[in-house]
């Protein structure tokens, strides 16, 4: 049996159960499900860095999307929340749409 020692969405246990196998699992205490959060972003940003496709891409940027609203959470606020504090920083200093790359600054 695979040790796997990781964060996994909520329903893995049961999708296991379902397939006939056995599993082990326990609950995290805040503190290390604040730290298997980090942990778990940093796996699926590196899975999205090394997608191939759109299709691919849009999938791990969903469990990345997923993995930001539980840290939301966890920081005692929301995806609602959060998506105001996105809004406004857009308001006031732009977002990515146009493309730009900022070469340099001369004073």
Known sequence: MPTYNKLVRDRIPEIIGLEGKNYTVRTLSDEEYAKELKVKLSEELREY???QSDVDAVEELADIVEIIHALC???????????GVRQAKAEKRGGFQEKIFLIEVKD
């Open 49 to 51: 860095l090394e997608t």
């Open 73 to 83: 959470t966890v920081h005692g606020s929301s995806a609602k929340a959060l998506e």
